[in-house]
């Protein structure tokens, strides 16, 4: 992943589409579930950046790769109970989203090598 463009893009486009479906759940009525959407995109974007550094860190980069995304899952889910329980949800699946957005750059990325 490193030098391929891959994380910083992934990072670029989740935050751009957590922006983007922050707005467009206010337009229809339900901030709070945009903003825990967001949070939750702009998290998982981290995820592809954190999983760069920790290629070159002594230990199992499965192991990295599970704390990695289960403490991000852990801290999306404890910033939607915050905003309101019941949009808790949507950080979990901005995070969940984020990790298609990094697979689809990155598939684009080797069809395009």
Do not use: H, K
């Not at 463009?5 to 945009?34: E, H, K, N």
């Amino acid at each position: 992943m490193i030098g391929s463009g891959v994380p910083r893009r992934t990072a670029v486009v989740c935050s751009a589409t957590a922006v983007v479906a922050f707005l467009v759940l206010v337009y229809f009525g339900q901030p709070r579930a945009g903003l825990a959407l967001g949070i939750g995109l702009a998290l998982g974007g981290l995820n592809g950046l954190l999983a760069s550094r920790s290629v070159d860190a002594a230990g199992s980069f499965r192991l990295l790769s599970l704390m990695r995304i289960g403490l991000l899952s852990t801290a999306a889910l404890a910033v939607g109970l915050l905003l309101q329980p019941e949009t808790a949800w949507g950080a979990v699946a901005g995070v969940a989203l984020s990790q298609f957005v990094m697979s689809a750059i990155a598939l684009r990325s080797v069809l395009r090598a």
